[in-house]
């Protein structure tokens, strides 16, 4: 029999701990953020923590809060924290800031369910809000809409699968096509398959030097498909490409959707950000002719996972396609304020909003778009000093924070160049200094710095270079 007594008063002492257990996880938080540049730059567990990990076994009779706590700090937390750090170049990821990390404890805290407009009508109120604002920096109208999601991937497969529900009638399913760019994240062919398009509806479009979808060989292929009595419904431009940060040409391809009434979706998960400064918002001009978009919070705006959204011109359109309306959920339908679960794919879900209305405030939009402007910056300062130093091949223009270079000396022959870069990135990780990856652009292996991590200053910049230039004059004579 249970002791009801007992194991309440077993309860309440237990609740005592968690709370403790709460604070003293916040202050070790704290100390490492602060001592973020003595750690390496990226993520790194040793083989002993692996073992570890892989042996703890769990727990039946539970065990002091403050051991599970140090086995994670230690092996878990400690090894990954790295991609905060100033000079982690690697991917595209965000510094996140400590309003997010309220933002989201407090969420978590109180367990809010954002689903439904009743169940935390304020939370609500607020992703509504900011889902506005972010729509009218793309030049969308009032009668645009959203919702937040887990990440640009679930943005691009909500805003796909509504231009299928808008555009095509079932009987065309089987005849639909979808087009982008061979420069578009995996995502946006994940999604495609996700939405049981086979590969023969699926157009990879050839990007031009500046690795943006070429309009011209869009339209063609729209053509050569009309022509084939199949059904052209979609095009997924980028805006800002994981490789290069390029933005396709989106008011070429917004005529195009005008022209053979598609819908155009933008992946803006990693350029999304740019809205958000003055100087830069008109490269993303045309993004107004889409008919949905992402925007990541978690790539460029210092959210921490998972935190973007998916915002579409015309809302009904969403609601068209996602809302079912079941009957269980009769009393909770709300008129006035539409249901998250009415816009997209999830039904319960957390507020992935307050952590970014904690930040947008608290910081001000001012300072975020400084985050954007300075990224910007600090490529461009990558790019003088890389010409500064000779033998360096810039691979694509700066754009959106990001540069891509490689190492090209003249004496060596440069069949070795992709081995060459390889190894300097090796090496560069192996310093414990930076971060820097490679990636393959028009088949040549290069080296890809992404600056827009918001604690990286133009020194950290500056110094990797020195440092990146310093390994490949040493290495260079093995490649002789
Ligand atoms: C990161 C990224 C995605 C995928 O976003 P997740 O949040 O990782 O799901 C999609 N598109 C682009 C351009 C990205 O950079």
């Not at 968690?18 to 790194?44: D, F, H, Q, V």
Request: glycine share 8%.
């Amino acid at each position: 029999m249970l002791d009801r007594k007992a194991f309440e008063e077993e309860m309440r002492e237990a609740r005592q701990q968690e709370l403790w257990g709460a604070e003293y996880c916040l202050n070790r938080y704290t100390e490492e953020i602060e001592s973020l540049r003595e750690i390496a730059p990226y993520a790194k567990i040793s083989e002993e923590a692996i073992r570890y990990l892989e042996e703890i076994p769990i727990s039946t009779e539970g065990k002091p809060f403050r051991q599970v706590l140090e086995e994670l700090q230690d092996y878990v937390f400690s090894a990954a924290v790295g991609l905060s750090h100033p000079r982690c170049f690697a991917f595209v990821t965000s510094a996140v800031s400590p309003y997010s990390v309220a933002g989201a404890i407090m969420s978590d805290m109180y367990n809010l369910h954002a689903g439904g407009y009743q169940l935390s009508p304020g939370a609500n109120i607020i992703e509504e809000k900011l889902i506005r604002w972010m729509g009218s920096l793309a030049g969308y109208p009032g009668s645009s809409g959203g919702l937040f999601t887990s990440g640009g991937s679930m943005s691009n497969l909500t805003g796909m699968i509504a231009a299928r529900a808008n555009v095509l009638t079932e009987e065309e399913y089987q005849i639909a096509v979808a087009y982008t760019s061979d420069q578009a994240h995996s995502s946006v062919r994940k999604g495609m398959k996700l939405m049981g398009l086979r590969q023969d509806q699926i157009r990879i479009i050839p990007s031009d030097e500046d690795f943006r979808m070429d309009p011209a060989l869009l339209e063609k292929a729209i053509c050569e498909d009309l022509k084939a009595g199949r059904k052209p419904f979609l095009i997924v431009a980028s805006m800002g490409t994981t490789n290069t940060g390029s933005i396709d040409p989106l008011p070429e391809i917004g005529r195009i959707r005008e022209k053979y009434g598609m819908w155009l979706h933008v992946d803006g998960a990693f350029g999304g950000s740019i809205l958000l400064s003055e100087i830069y918002r008109n490269l993303a001009k045309g993004l107004e002719l889409s008919d949905s978009f992402s925007w990541d919070l978690h790539k460029w705006a210092l959210q921490c996972y998972s935190c973007s959204v998916c915002i579409a011109r015309d809302k009904k359109q969403l609601v068209r396609t996602y809302a079912e309306h079941p009957e269980y959920l009769g009393d909770i339908i709300d008129s006035e304020h539409i249901d998250g679960w009415d816009l997209g794919i999830e039904m319960s879900r957390p507020t992935r909003a307050i952590r970014f209305w904690f930040t947008v405030q608290a910081m001000g939009t001012d300072k975020l778009a400084d985050v954007i402007d300075y990224a910007f910056y600090n490529s461009h300062v990558a790019e003088r000093q890389l010409k500064s130093f000779g033998d360096w091949e810039i691979c694509a223009k700066p754009m959106c924070g990001t540069l891509n270079f490689r190492y090209a000396p003249k004496d060596v022959d440069s069949a070795k160049y992709d081995a060459l870069n390889s190894e300097i990135s090796r090496q560069i990780i192996e310093s414990d200094f930076a971060y820097v990856v490679t990636t393959v652009l028009k088949g040549k292996r290069v080296l890809r710095m992404c600056m827009i991590n918001g604690n990286t200053t133009t020194d950290d910049v500056t110094d990797t270079l020195d440092k990146l230039n310093e390994t490949a004059r040493k290495l260079k004579a093995s490649f002789m």
